[in-house]
Each structure stands twice: as C-alpha cells, then as structure tokens.
C-alpha cells in the first residue's frame, strides 16, 4: 500500500534535497564591468566548464551536477539556434532565454522525484554597462534579474558579502577581476585553500567585439590579470598562473572532468561554448 505524502511535504523535502546539494559546491562569481560581464569560479580541469557561449552575446554559467546542467546548456543551444532562425537573430535574448530554462526547471522541480541540483545564470552583454542583463536561475524555476554581480554556490552569502561592500559600477575589468577573486578566496568558500590560476576559470563576454562577444581568459592575458590582483593586495602565494594559452575566438575543448562531454550541438555551440563546471562532478556536488 503506497504512502501518502503531501504536496507541501513533497515539495518541502525536494527543495531540502537541492538546498544541501548546492550548498557543498564552491561559488562562481559573475560581476558587470566597464569592458563586459566577467565570469570567475574556481575549476581545476582545463576540460570541464562551468561557462560557455549560448549565442552571440549571450552566455550560460552554472554550478552543480555536471550532467545535469550540461544537458541544460545544450537544450539553451538548440532552442536559441531555432529561435535565431526561425525569426531573427535580434530574438534571441537573455530575457527570453531565461524564462525558457525557468519553465524547464520549475516543471522538472514539480514533476520529478528529484529535481536538478543546480544553480545558473544567463547574461547578455549590451552596449553599455546599463543595457547588460544578468538573471539568476534557481534549481526551483525561481528567476532573479541581478545586477551589477551575482554568486552562484554553497557560499554565496560570504562571497556576496564582499562583493557589496567593495563593488561600483564602471569598474575595469582588473578592478572587477581582483575583486572578484578577493571574494572566492575569503573564509568558507570550498575548502578554504588558496586559489590559484590553475585552479580557475575565467571567462568575459567583450563589449567591444562587435558579433560573437565570449571568450576564455588564459594564458597571459590570466597572467596579467594575476599581476594586477596581485599588486592591489593580494598573497603572491595565493594566486600562481597556471592557465593555457587562449584559443582564437575564446574556443575550449569539450569537458570531461566528471564524465564525458558530448559534442557542442547548434551553430554557436562550436566557439567556447564547451561544458561548464570543472568542481562539481556528474556523480555529485562537490
């Protein structure tokens, strides 16, 4: 005889369920600067990531299971792709993307036995740091339109807490770099232990280009920004570069940290727009 559980209850136990998941993952930081939107969250594979592209000046970052936010990524692909081409490129929002992964998640939260441990966001670099948009997604369907940063993780409420107290709009984006990597390496974010270039993944949807705006930060433009976060107060020894050279155009090879990566699906999909998160693995939050 099957046991009879309330909606309330039900609901209840999956957001718990999800809430403890999300909460042993380190945090990913997206902060708005004067150049663009700057991603950074810890990620020690150089396969798997947490960033990539959507469509022209729209990206996707995550945290959680791997698995599950990779399918999330490629389903964003296809329907962006179909979007673009049945109507307009000019139809293919942040905005409309967003509200398209809501429904996605808010009816997988109320259908399935388990929902999706995961946490993500959708931005759209504009002309001007005004014209940028930032939205939130939660493992419920919940969407918030953030802005000037968001955290995504287990530990956004530290993480935040820097971030509200030394963030300005206009920032460069060494301000906003060094920023963002004072806030990840505070108390309580994972383990505590000091970040690293080889332990990051850095990512910037450019402003200034005028068609495909995503690109990878590594190798010595990651150096460079290092130095600068190093010179504005930062531990030398808590920041060693240890990215690799930047592909042309912002291209990064498929993930594969907690499993393998499929192939990038839609036209977009091609340039840097590979996997999302390097620390969380398919079997588990890290």
Known sequence: MPFYVSPEQSMKDKADYARKAIARIRSGVVIDCHDGILFVAPNASRALRKFS????RIAFAAVGRYNEFENLRKAGVRYADMTGFAYDRADVTARGLANWYAQVL??????????????????????????????????DGSVADEHGFVVMG?????????????????????????????ALAGPGN????????????????????????????????????????????????????????????????????EGPADAAAGTNDANGANGANGSEGAGGAE
Do not use: C, N, W
């Open 53 to 56: 592209e959507i469509y022209d």
């Open 106 to 139: 808010g009816t997988f939260f109320t259908d399935s036995p388990k929902p999706y441990e995961v946490e993500i966001v959708v931005a759209e670099v504009g002309k001007t740091e005004d014209d940028d948009e930032i939205y939130r997604i939660t493992f």
């Open 154 to 182: 287990g530990q956004a409420d530290q993480v935040a807490g820097v971030l509200k107290e030394r963030y300005s709009d206009g920032m460069t984006l060494s301000a906003a770099f060094s920023l963002a990597i004072a």
């Open 190 to 257: 994972g383990d505590g232990a000091d970040l690293t270039g080889a332990q990051l993944e850095v990512a910037l949807l450019d402003r200034g280009r005028p068609h495909r705006a995503f690109r990878r930060l590594t190798g010595a433009r990651l150096e460079t920004l290092l130095s600068e976060a190093i010179g504005g107060g930062k531990k030398p020894e808590a920041i060693a570069d240890g990215g690799a050279g930047q592909d042309a155009g912002g291209q990064a090879a498929p993930s594969a940290d």
